[in-house]
């Protein structure tokens, strides 16, 4: 799993494996980067594919279920597009 997290107090980037522990982790630095505001909070996330199975798929749906009812903006994207929208970020940061 990768995940790009974008708040308002900055914005970090984690990839993990997807389990229960690192789910917790992620949720942490979700926390972390949290105003007052929960929706101020994006979570953009991709999933290895090759790694999901279908209790995997469910879990991490629940979770993402959670998250969006907890008022965090949630999107699930591929590798590619999450990698890329970073390095356009990065390119107008620059500039």
């Given at each position: 799993?990768?995940?790009?997290?974008?708040?308002?107090?900055?914005?970090?980037?984690?990839?993990?494996?997807a389990?229960?522990?690192?789910?917790?982790?992620?949720?942490?630095?979700?926390?972390?980067l949290?105003?007052?505001k929960?929706?101020?909070?994006?979570?953009?996330?991709?999933?290895?594919?090759?790694?999901?199975?279908?209790?995997?798929?469910?879990?991490?749906?629940?979770?993402?279920?959670?998250?969006?009812?907890?008022?965090?903006?949630?999107?699930?994207?591929?590798?590619?597009?999450?990698?890329?929208?970073?390095?356009?970020?990065?390119?107008?940061a620059?500039?």
């Open positions: 799993m990768q995940a790009r997290i974008i708040s308002t107090r900055g914005s970090l980037y984690f990839a993990a494996e389990t229960p522990y690192d789910l917790e982790n992620l949720r942490t630095h979700i926390r972390d949290q105003t007052t929960p929706s101020d909070v994006r979570l953009e996330l991709s999933l290895d594919r090759r790694a999901a199975d279908d209790a995997k798929s469910m879990q991490m749906s629940a979770w993402l279920r959670r998250l969006a009812a907890d008022g965090v903006q949630v999107s699930v994207c591929t590798s590619a597009d999450l990698a890329g929208r970073g390095l356009s970020r990065q390119s107008h620059r500039r």
